[in-house]
C-alpha cells in the first residue's frame, strides 16, 4: 500500500531534549517536506527536500533541523525543543515539483513540549 | 504572494442538506487549487483539485469545486450531507516560483453534520 509513515504519532517530552519525528515514504517520491498545523493557522510548511541531499527552509523552519540521506526518509529534529514548537506535525511526499501534482500526508505526529 | 482564505471556521448542516465550504484565493498567476480533507486523528487526503482543466471538477465522495476567475473563488459543495462527512476541510494553493512544491493553506472548516 502506497503511504507516509511518521512515528511517533504522539509524543510529549520536555524543554531542551533533543528529539526526532522519522518520516518515511514508500512510493520513490523525489519530493518530501514537513509541516506544522496550528489552531487557526492552517498548515505552514517547515522545510522540503527536492532529493536526497536536497533540503532548504520553509515559511517556519527556526529551531528544526531535517536531513535527507535516503530518497524515501526525511526525518525532522528538534535539537532543543520549547513550548512554541507543540504543535501537529505532518509529513508529506510528492513524485515531483510540478505544481498540480498531488501530495500524500502522513497520519501526523501530535508533540507537545512542556 | 498567494493565499487561501476560507469563510466560516465551523459550519454546521443537517444530514442530507447541501454542504457549502468557501474558499477564494489570491494569485498573481493562474492558480492550481486543491481541497484536503481530515478526518479526526488522520492525515490530510486530497478531495479534488483544479489544474486550469475543466472549472468544475469533481472529486470523491460526492464533492465538487468550481473555479470562478472572476469571483477568485473554488467553493466546495456536495448537495447532500452524510454524517460520515464531518472532518476539517481545507483549501490550498499550490505555491508559484522556486523549487518548491509548496501548499499555501487555508485555516481549515470544522464541518459538522447533525441527524
Known amino acids: 500500500e502506497a503511504q507516509v509513515t511518521q512515528n511517533p504519532r504522539y509524543l510529549i517530552t520536555v524543554t531542551g531534549k533533543k528529539l526526532t519525528v522519522t518520516c518515511s515514504q514508500n512510493?520513490?517520491?523525489?519530493?518530501m517536506s514537513w509541516y506544522r498545523q496550528d489552531p487557526g493557522l492552517g498548515l505552514r510548511q517547515i522545510y522540503y527536500?527536492?532529493?536526497?541531499?536536497?533540503?532548504d527552509k520553509g515559511d517556519v523552519p527556526e529551531g528544526y533541523k531535517v536531513s535527507r540521506k535516503e530518497k524515501r526518509n526525511f526525518p525532522l529534529i528538534l535539537e532543543s525543543p520549547s513550548p512554541n514548537q507543540t504543535s501537529l506535525y505532518f509529513c508529506a511526499s510528492s513524485s515531483d515539483l510540478y505544481r498540480d501534482n498531488e501530495q500524500f500526508f502522513g497520519p501526523g505526529t501530535r508533540l507537545t513540549v512542556l | 504572494a498567494q493565499s487561501v482564505t476560507q469563510l466560516g471556521s465551523h459550519v454546521s448542516v443537517s444530514e442530507g442538506a447541501l454542504v457549502l465550504l468557501r474558499c477564494n484565493y489570491s494569485s498573481s498567476v493562474p492558480p492550481y487549487l486543491f481541497w484536503y480533507v481530515q478526518y479526526p486523528n488522520q492525515g490530510l487526503q486530497l478531495l479534488l483539485k483544479y489544474t486550469s482543466a475543466a472549472t468544475l471538477v469533481k472529486g470523491i465522495n460526492g464533492f465538487e469545486a468550481e473555479f470562478k476567475k472572476s469571483e477568485t473563488s473554488f467553493h466546495l459543495t456536495k448537495p447532500s450531507a452524510h454524517m460520515s462527512d464531518a472532518a476539517e476541510y481545507f483549501c490550498?494553493?499550490?505555491?508559484?516560483?522556486?523549487?518548491?512544491?509548496?501548499?499555501?493553506f487555508g485555516t481549515g472548516t470544522l464541518l459538522a453534520v447533525q441527524p
Open positions: 490550498a494553493v499550490n505555491s508559484y516560483g522556486g523549487a518548491t512544491n509548496k501548499l499555501i
Open positions: 527536500s527536492m532529493n536526497v541531499e536536497v533540503t
Open positions: 512510493m520513490n517520491h523525489e519530493y
